[in-house]
């Protein structure tokens, strides 16, 4: 018997008691659970964020002193992995790591082409016909999404869809959108 679990507040603090005869580990175990229960889905995914200028360069560490080891175009979308200062430590497709400045970044939903080419389609489906093709590392705006397809921008304001499979990045998130509405 490992006796009963017994929550109070005081002074805005919670405690607890469980009988004597039940191990921390168990004890642990619950907590840990109750509070995954009570954080927010959002918590759980990865904060990306795209290029807002026209290249951006990505250094080796947080500074404009650091060498720059990459180049970001616009539309760019990397996952935000830490900060300091200005500064944001960022992860592109290939897990590829730097440090950009704040200021380059924007919550621009935007994909980059992960395929040595793409057909960019003038519908959101394989039955449609290809509108243009982008090569490997083309970054794009998200303008919408539909099932498994996004609609498109690029640097000249072509419009098209793309297969989600053929890229990483991150769409516009409806769900979330039709949720806060209600």
């Not at 904060?47 to 060498?67: D, F, I, K």
């Not at 979308?77 to 200005?86: E, R, T, V, Y």
């Not at 621009?108 to 489906?125: L, M």
Request: negative net charge; proline residues 4%.
């Amino acid at each position: 018997n490992m006796g009963a679990i017994v929550f109070a507040r005081a002074e805005g603090r919670i405690f607890y008691r469980q009988g004597a005869d039940a191990p921390l580990e168990v004890l642990m175990k619950r907590l840990l659970f109750f509070i995954a229960l009570a954080l927010p889905a959002q918590a759980y995914t990865a904060e990306m964020l795209s290029v807002s200028a026209q290249q951006a360069n990505v250094r080796s560490g947080p500074g404009a002193g650091y060498e720059v080891v990459w180049r970001a175009a616009r539309f760019y979308p990397l996952q935000i992995l830490d900060s300091q200062g200005a500064w944001i430590m960022v992860s592109d497709y290939e897990n590829a790591e730097g440090w950009i400045n704040r200021s380059l970044l924007a919550a621009v939903p935007a994909v980059v082409v992960i395929s040595k080419k793409a057909n960019v389609r003038e519908g959101p489906g394989a039955g449609y016909d290809v509108a243009w093709i982008v090569e490997k590392e083309s970054s794009l705006k998200v303008l919408e999404a539909d099932g498994n397809w996004y609609k498109v921008t690029d640097e000249d304001g072509l419009e098209g869809w793309i297969s989600k499979s053929v890229t990483w990045g991150f769409g516009p998130e409806p769900e979330l959108e039709e949720a806060e509405a209600m």
